[in-house]
């Protein structure tokens, strides 16, 4: 009997999920999910990719075993899948919120530059992830990033059309335009990840520069006759 009980506990010191007195199923679960996810984000700091982590130490740094990694993921794959959801998933609605009130062209480009800088630098292991795997991460991780902007890129192509000066835009130049100024705050977005938090003059600088890149970007399309740009 002593053995058993020994043994009872060896196995809930190496157990995934720690139960908590009145903590729901799906609260152990959710926190168990989380787990994962952060020990992906903790071992990707440096200069680590995605494809070379291993399921083994992903479970060893959440405190779980590998086989409860089933539980919540296919594989790795699926593990990379949820990562950048997970990266996306306050932000669309965070910069649909910037967009809407009413407020002149400059105030929304202003508020837009600094919801998603704000945002990517409150949540920067996500965003280094991104930025890594954007090129070079698999075929398959790839394409779930290229998704998430492509959706974004149409989300704010949809806002843009019900400003008055862009309504005589095609639904094509409108795309283009889009994917313009999700490009500049992109490229802001890196320039922030590799600038120290607490160099905030450089922080301010790539605030100010993306919102000016952003208004240049409305100037120039403000003298674009959409009409013109159909070909065949």
């Known amino acids: 009997m002593f053995t058993m009980i020994r043994k009872t506990r060896s196995h809930r010191r190496r157990g995934e999920e720690t139960q908590i007195p009145g903590d729901g199923r799906d609260a152990r679960k959710q926190r168990t999910r989380r787990a994962l996810l952060d020990a992906a984000l903790q071992l990707l700091e440096g200069e680590r990719s995605f494809s070379s982590l291993s399921l083994r130490e992903v ?25 950048i959801e997970d990266s996306f998933a306050s932000l669309h609605q965070l910069m649909r919120q910037a967009r809407e009130g009413g407020l002149p062209a400059t105030h929304i480009i202003r508020a837009s530059v600094t919801t998603f800088l704000d945002y990517a630098g409150a ?3 996500h965003f280094r992830f991104i930025a890594k795997e954007r090129f070079s991460g698999s075929s398959a991780l790839r394409m779930a990033i290229r998704k998430e902007i492509r959706l974004w890129i149409g989300e704010l192509a949809v806002d843009l059309s019900r400003f008055p000066a862009l309504g005589r835009f095609s639904a094509d130049d409108l795309q283009v335009l889009a994917g ?26 790539i605030y100010r520069d993306a919102e ?16 013109r740009s159909k070909s065949g």
Not at 60 to 80: C, N, V
Not at 180 to 205: G, S, Y
């Open 59 to 83: 479970t060893k740094t959440a405190g779980i075993t590998p086989a409860a990694f089933y539980r919540h993921f296919s594989g790795m794959e699926d593990l990379g899948h949820a990562l």
């Open 212 to 227: 000016k890149q952003m208004r240049l970007v409305i100037l120039g399309a403000a003298q674009w006759d959409s009409s």
């Open 123 to 125: 949540h920067r292991a």
């Open 180 to 205: 313009l100024m999700v490009h500049v705050i992109i490229a802001a977005t890196e320039l922030l990840l590799d600038t120290p938090p607490t160099d905030r003059a450089a922080l301010k600088r």
